[in-house]
C-alpha cells in the first residue's frame, strides 16, 4: 500500500482529530513540479526528522514532547493510521493558505518557510479522514529512506475505526470547501 511520509507529530495531531488539512510541496527527491497525489487512500508513515517545537502552534507542543517519549524500536517505524483524501487543492494565496491555519498544527513562520521553498509551486491543501488501525511495526528499509513523499509498504492492512465521525468531520469539511473557493 501507498505510504505517505509525514512528520510523526503531526501523525499524532491528525489521529487525535485536532488536524485535519495536510500542507505539501514535496520533498527534494519528488517531481520537479510539486506534490502529486500518488494514491487517495494511504498508510501515514510517521518521520522523525526535521520536526521542531518551533514549527508548530505552542497548543500542540505536547505532539512533539509525546513522539520524543515514545520513539520507535531501532530499525523499526509505527505505523497507526492511514488516510482517506475527501478533497485536495492547489492553493496559491497567501490569504487561503492563513485561513487554512485552522485544520493544522504548524507555525505560520514554518508555513511561510515552506511556501518560499519552490515559491513557483503552489501549496497543495489536502483534507484527510484518518483511521485509527492497531499498531504495525514495520522494519525499515534502505528505499523508505530519503527525502521524498511516497514510499511503499507490503503489508495486509486491517479496516480502521475513523477518528472522527462522518457527523463530526462534514462541517470542518464544508469549511474547508468554502476556503479554497
Known amino acids: 500500500m501507498k505510504s505517505l511520509k509525514e512528520w510523526a507529530t503531526v501523525v499524532q495531531a491528525l489521529e487525535n ?3 485535519t488539512v495536510i500542507l505539501r510541496k514535496g520533498g527534494i527527491l519528488d517531481v520537479a513540479s510539486g506534490f502529486k497525489i500518488e494514491s487517495k487512500k494511504f ?10 517545537s518551533n514549527h508548530i502552534k505552542p497548543q500542540f507542543h505536547k505532539y512533539c514532547e509525546q513522539v520524543k517519549a515514545n520513539p520507535p524500536k531501532n530499525g523499526f517505524n509505527k505505523i497507526t493510521s492511514y488516510a482517506e483524501v475527501l478533497s ?10 492563513k ?7 504548524w507555525s505560520d513562520s514554518y508555513i511561510d518557510e515552506r511556501r518560499n521553498w ?3 509551486n503552489p501549496m497543495k491543501a489536502i483534507f484527510l479522514k484518518i483511521y485509527k488501525i492497531p499498531e504495525l511495526n514495520i522494519p525499515l528499509k534502505f528505499e523508505y529512506q530519503g527525502c521524498k513523499s511516497w514510499i511503499n509498504i507490503n503489508e495486509e492492512i486491517p479496516v480502521g475505526k475513523a477518528v472522527l465521525s462522518d ?5 470542518k469539511l464544508d469549511k474547508f470547501m468554502e476556503t479554497i473557493e
Open 43 to 52: 498508510l501515514l508513515f510517521p518521520t522523525q526528522e526535521h520536526q521542531e
Open 167 to 171: 457527523i463530526e468531520i462534514k462541517p
Open 99 to 105: 485561513k487554512l491555519s485552522v485544520f493544522h498544527i
Open 88 to 97: 485536495e487543492a492547489d492553493v496559491s494565496s497567501e490569504e487561503t493558505i
Open 118 to 120: 519552490k515559491s513557483e
Open 17 to 19: 482529530g485536532d488536524q
